[in-house]
């Protein structure tokens, strides 16, 4: 199965979108576009042709900094690191456990890696919302490893997705 990723967009139905988590379903449907309106967030939709109203899956990109005493490498200079956080993540419940999450996971990894070759971004950041999504994650093999400060904030090097992705 293929899909088409797109910006959020009025014409998509966030209504009918359900992947669970009634937190994740409320932001698609009252915050995603906002944010993206303000410039302060974009989420980017699965769906399974270009043009298509119903989401299939969503993920939202926002930039961030953290602290450079809080991830575990060597040699970063000190105060704020420049991050692209994955905020949200979430799959249809009809389309869960066909790949798709990790299709999301991959072209957001590629997105953060060509963003950083024009702005200074250190690593893509995610806030796993509980053990289970955060097993997830790193049960991917991508490289994503704890931050100091919370082991369920993850983070994965642009350094490390270069080696993943080579000319990519």
């Known amino acids: 199965m293929t899909f088409a990723f797109?910006?959020?967009a009025a014409h998509h139905d966030r209504e009918s979108f359900d992947c669970g988590t009634p937190?994740?379903?409320?932001?698609?449907?009252?915050?995603?576009?906002?944010?993206?309106?303000r410039n302060v967030?974009?989420?980017?939709?699965?769906?399974?042709?270009?043009?298509?109203?119903?989401?299939?899956?969503y993920y939202t990109l926002v930039t961030r900094t953290v602290e450079a005493a809080d991830v575990p490498k060597k040699n970063l200079p000190k105060g704020d690191i420049g991050v692209v956080l994955l905020g949200r993540l979430a799959v249809d419940q009809s389309m869960q456990g066909k790949g798709l999450g990790r299709?999301?996971?991959?072209?957001?990894?590629?997105?953060?890696?060509?963003?950083?070759?024009?702005i200074g971004i250190h690593a893509l950041?995610?806030?796993?919302?509980?053990?289970?999504a955060r097993d997830w994650y790193l049960g991917l093999d991508f490289g994503f490893m704890a931050l100091l400060d919370d082991p369920n904030?993850?983070?994965?090097?642009?350094a490390t997705i270069r080696q993943l992705f080579p000319g990519s």
């Open 6 to 8: 797109e910006p959020l």
């Open 23 to 37: 937190a994740l379903n409320e932001f698609l449907l009252r915050q995603a576009r906002q944010n993206a309106d």
């Open 103 to 118: 299709l999301c996971l991959t072209r957001a990894i590629l997105q953060v890696e060509r963003a950083a070759r024009e």
């Open 125 to 132: 950041v995610l806030h796993a919302k509980d053990e289970r």
């Open 153 to 158: 904030h993850l983070y994965l090097t642009v």
């Open 41 to 57: 967030g974009v989420t980017h939709v699965a769906v399974s042709e270009p043009g298509h109203e119903r989401i299939l899956a």
